[in-house]
Nanobody
Framework: VQLQASGGGLVQAGASLRLSCAAS????????MGWFRQAPGKEREFVAG????????YLADSVKGRFTISRDNVKSTVHLQMNSLKPEDTAVYYC?????????????????WGQGTLVTVSS
């Protein structure tokens, strides 16, 4: 599975962005998916996860109420809708495909990673 993340950019605090992750093959529909982020000087952290059929989602406490994860298995894409962005959301965002049908907050359980897309939120 090859993953291509897009949609990052420079925005002001309070703005919205929608990240997209396009997968290269149809078996994407069998994989749980996750979004992670890594800010400068910090470790990569889990942001959001979604099960293979979209039936289960999970968001990190830091983004609950502001971010939403969704997927379209027909188009082999997963999205991260980010609203009410804050400067502390500034990071490189990565999408990843899990080994199985569920998501995980543990990055070690993801086999495939996209190249990352930079989100910068100015105050």
């Amino acid at each position: 599975v090859q993953l291509q993340a897009s949609g990052g950019g420079l925005v002001q605090a309070g703005a919205s962005l929608r990240l997209s992750c396009a997968a290269s093959r149809r078996t994407f529909s069998n994989n749980g998916m996750g979004w992670f982020r890594q800010a400068p000087g910090k470790e990569r952290e889990f942001v959001a996860g979604i099960s293979w059929n979209g039936g289960y989602t999970y968001l990190a406490d830091s983004v609950k109420g502001r971010f939403t994860i969704s997927r379209d298995n027909v188009k082999s894409t997963v999205h991260l809708q980010m609203n009410s962005l804050k400067p502390e959301d500034t990071a490189v965002y990565y999408c990843a495909a899990a080994r199985g049908g569920s998501y995980s907050t543990d990055s070690r359980l993801y086999n495939y990673w996209g190249q990352g897309t930079l989100v910068t939120v100015s105050s």
